[in-house]
């Protein structure tokens, strides 16, 4: 057996083991292609962000790093029955390595020998220079030629097909608590990013008639922390007044977690439109948030204001523990109760505003977030940023581009997927209920065995 | 690296109001982002580079001014928030500008006559551009005329600059050609209270911070550019006459008032989040409460209580210490000393290989900032 490598429909390597004179190309068992030594698949070199560093202190920090697209010279003979046979099926390679901004760039596909598993990527820019063969030039007019290909390709292989399910139509209740809530465990990921993030195509369907959902919350979590919480107040002070904690909540994550934030969201059963809220933690506090609505909502308070956990060599077992703060903004008395608050650990928290009036629960829209390509005998691989839509469920016709805010759910592993969402007038029901389908794209850096 | 923020674009509405009909997110095409936010501002400017097609660059020369933006952090909070003023785009050689800044729709002439008594022309309008980016005055002046040559005077102003001009030269010259550049620079929607002048004749006085909110509701009346809302505008306490000259802007009436402070000390004041104004006591009043901490072998700023704060997070109207520099006994009141400064602006800049934010003091020195203040 033979490896298998082709790029834009052309084989690289014959599966016979040698080349086929004057051969077709586009079939393995005829390609008269073949590779000579000194091709290794490259893995995609991280570009660090580093922080700090000499002459103020030793080492640097290392706080973000992404992968960039990959340069790989591939040597390659061709055997043709003649010399001009030969120039055109490296003209038949150059025309296949030119799609990118014609149609779809071309794809590279690898299978090693006796593996049952191809990998694939795509190529965005190529050239092929022919070389000199045994002191004679391609000009020369032999009809077994050696070139070189140059191409540059994105970072990762992926797989056909649609992806790996991770949550098949899983339904989520529209609250913290129960049997049914807001969250689900993630299944296991496979890949090379699972611990780097790998990208979701998430499938948001609201199915509880009127619920029309136009803000929807969603996220990549460890964990999340559910308390029940009834503080209250009628007050008509213009100064935060508290109406108590939520009590002492379990953040441990955070010690070895160096890629979670923690973020506080809270349930209130009754709000009106002139009530400030905020949230302490100790001396530092979230920035005051108004609703400006006067039903039961969900207010996010953001990001927490905690210093960082992560190997801190002295900890807390429940290091979050906030006091909530209610002010009137206009001096006539407010009507705040809460119900819950949720503390969670995260890794990705987005915002999503799909479309005024929200998506039409009757008109069965649904909301997307198209994270990787999964198109027919096309590799799953990332676009260059998530982009949501909601589509019309019968066809699945596309209809509104959505605005995202922040950092759309990636897998890590362990992780579960939050939501919770708004209708149009930010209100929040705990009766409404959708189902969401997660879809993985597995990358890998390199080879990818059978994992 | 990626631009890490959300940059959503929203298309402009009827008269130049902002809507949420999303248009796109720029985080993934740009090469290099820089925001700026002053204490007296707020979100001051905005503006992005990137390489696009050439039917891109076309179509955001044709509708891309007053297109509105929100740029989001990671963490989906707000970061900066504005409106798109001029679109730059170098095509090869050729270079396209187009900016909203000497615009002018809605022109009226002050002049006096051949005897000096002083008098101004009914405002002239043009109201396709008004339907397009809102209401945006102008004032002519002349001497020793007449109503009528006033108002031809008037007129040839609207008629120049009722619209959007280009105000790049091409050129046509052998060498590199170069790529398709776009740059779209962005104004914090404070910049738009210099769009209309206002006049008051009362006499009497009132809270500055009360005369603050009755313009921008006056202002929003014509421009509904902004937020109503006064929930975060602090009282400051003090009162003075509500008269305002004639053909004042928005924005001087406002700062006018604002500069007064509280009596005893300066105010702080922008268009923030929501489009809301803000008016917040002024941190240099208590200088030992430290907002943000700094430290020489480290390139991050860090809250009072440690917690890391990101650099497009960071804000000006705080108190700013390097904890490495142990200065003795600075004066009570002193808002720098050694090793701390009050922050008047921020400068947040993102590009492929590097994330930064400069903090800067009040008093302006550097040439940069002066340069990028006179736009």
């Not at chain 1, 029309?212 to 919350?217: A, C, F, G, L, S």
């Not at chain 1, 801190?312 to 705040?336: F, K």
């Not at chain 1, 009766?431 to 059978?450: F, N, V």
């Not at chain 2, 704060?309 to 200065?327: E, G, K, M, Y």
Request: aromatic share 8%; glycine share 8%.
């Amino acid at each position: 057996m033979t490896p298998l490598v082709s790029i834009g429909g052309i084989h690289l390597v014959n599966s016979s083991g040698t080349p086929s004179a004057g051969g077709v190309a586009t079939a393995a068992a005829t390609t008269p292609f073949s590779i000579r030594h000194g091709y290794t698949i490259g893995s995609a070199e991280p570009q660090p962000l580093w922080s700090g560093g000499p002459p103020f202190r030793h080492g640097n920090s290392l706080i973000g790093q992404s992968y960039a697209n990959i340069e790989e010279r591939i040597p390659i003979a061709v055997l043709g029955s003649t010399h001009e046979n030969a120039v055109a099926r490296l003209q038949e390679l150059k025309r296949a390595l030119a799609t990118t901004l014609y149609s779809t760039p071309p794809i590279l596909v690898v299978q090693p020998t006796a593996s049952s598993t191809a990998m694939y990527s795509e190529v965005c820019s190529a050239r092929v220079q022919e070389t000199t063969q045994e002191e004679f030039e391609a000009w020369e007019g032999s009809a077994d030629l050696e070139a070189e290909i140059v191409w540059t390709r994105a970072p990762f292989f992926g797989l056909l097909g649609a992806g790996e399910t991770l949550l098949s139509a899983t339904t989520f209740n529209n609250t913290g608590t129960g049997g049914t809530d807001n969250i689900a465990p993630l299944t296991t990921g496979a890949g090379d990013m699972i611990y780097e993030g790998g990208p979701l195509n998430i499938k948001f369907l609201p199915t509880t008639a009127a619920s029309d959902p136009e803000t929807i919350y969603l996220a990549s979590i460890a964990s999340r922390v559910y308390q029940a919480f009834a503080g209250t107040t009628t007050s008509n002070s213009t100064s935060f007044i508290s109406i108590g904690a939520p009590g002492a909540m379990v953040g441990t994550a955070l010690l070895t977690g160096a890629g979670l934030k923690a973020r506080l969201l809270a349930r209130f059963s009754a709000m009106s439109a002139n009530a400030e809220i905020l949230v302490t933690i100790g001396n530092q506090r979230t920035r005051g948030v108004i609703p400006g609505i006067s039903s039961a909502t969900l207010v996010d308070f953001g990001p927490l204001p905690i210093p960082s956990l992560y190997l801190a060599s002295v900890t807390t077992t429940d290091p979050i523990d906030p006091v909530m703060y209610v002010r009137s903004t206009d001096g006539n008395a407010v009507n705040v109760t809460c119900a819950y608050v949720e503390l969670l650990l995260y890794y990705d928290f987005c915002k999503i505003r799909t479309v005024t009036g929200g998506i039409s629960v009757a008109d069965t829209f649904y909301l997307y977030l198209d994270s990787f390509v999964t198109k027919t005998s096309y590799p799953a691989l990332p676009r260059p940023r998530t982009r949501a839509w909601v589509y019309f469920s019968t066809g699945d016709v596309m209809q509104y581009p959505c605005e995202l805010r922040g950092t759309a759910p990636r897998y890590f592993s362990g992780a579960s997927l939050y939501a919770a969402w708004l209708n149009a007038s930010e209100s929040h029901t705990t009766t409404w209920a959708a189902t969401i389908t997660a879809t993985h794209a597995p990358l890998y850096k390199t080879l990818r065995g059978s994992g | 690296m990626p631009i890490p923020l959300s940059i959503s674009i929203f298309e402009r509405g009827a008269n130049g109001v902002p809507t949420t009909d999303f248009v796109t997110d720029l985080a993934e095409r740009a090469d290099s982002y820089t925001h700026t936010i002053t204490d007296q501002f707020g979100f001051e400017s905005m503006q992005l580079s990137l390489t696009v097609t050439l039917d891109e660059a076309i179509e955001w020369l044709m509708n891309g001014l007053m297109r509105s933006v929100v740029v989001s952090s990671p963490d989906a909070e707000t970061v900066w928030e504005g409106y798109l003023s001029t679109i730059s785009a170098q095509i090869g050689q050729k270079a396209a500008t187009l900016s909203l800044d000497r615009m002018a729709n809605r022109v009226r002439c002050v002049y006096t006559t051949t005897t000096g008594t002083p008098s101004v022309t009914t405002p002239i309008s043009d109201t396709a551009s008004q339907f397009l980016y809102g209401v945006k005055d102008r004032i002519v002046s002349l001497n020793a005329t007449d109503a009528t040559a006033a108002g031809y005077r008037a007129a040839i102003v609207l008629a120049d600059s009722a619209f959007p001009r280009s105000r790049e030269a091409t050129r046509a010259m052998t060498g590199q050609q170069g790529d398709v550049q776009l740059s779209l620079s962005f104004t914090g929607w404070y910049g738009a209270l210099e769009w209309l002048v206002t006049g008051n004749s009362t006499t009497s006085t009132a809270v500055t911070t009360t005369q603050v909110g009755t313009l921008i509701a006056a202002y929003t009346a014509i421009n509904a550019f902004l937020s109503s809302s006064t929930v975060h505008i602090t009282a400051s306490g003090i009162s003075s006459p509500q008269k305002i000259e004639g053909r004042t802007t928005y924005r001087e009436a406002i700062e006018d008032r604002l500069k007064l402070g509280n009596g005893s000390d300066p105010l702080a004041w922008g268009v923030y989040e929501d489009r809301q104004f803000r008016v917040d006591p002024w941190a240099g009043v208590a200088p030992i409460a430290i907002t943000y901490q700094e430290f020489l072998g480290d390139a991050n700023i860090y809250d009072a209580g440690g917690g890391l704060v990101l650099p497009w997070n960071v804000r000006p109207n705080a108190i700013s210490q390097v904890d490495d520099l142990l200065d003795v006994g600075p004066p009570g009141g002193a808002p720098d000393a050694a090793a701390r400064k009050y922050v008047g602006r921020v400068t947040c800049s993102i590009s492929g290989d590097s994330v930064g934010v400069t903090l800067e003091p009040s008093e302006l020195d550097s040439v940069e900032t002066r340069l990028s203040i006179l736009g």
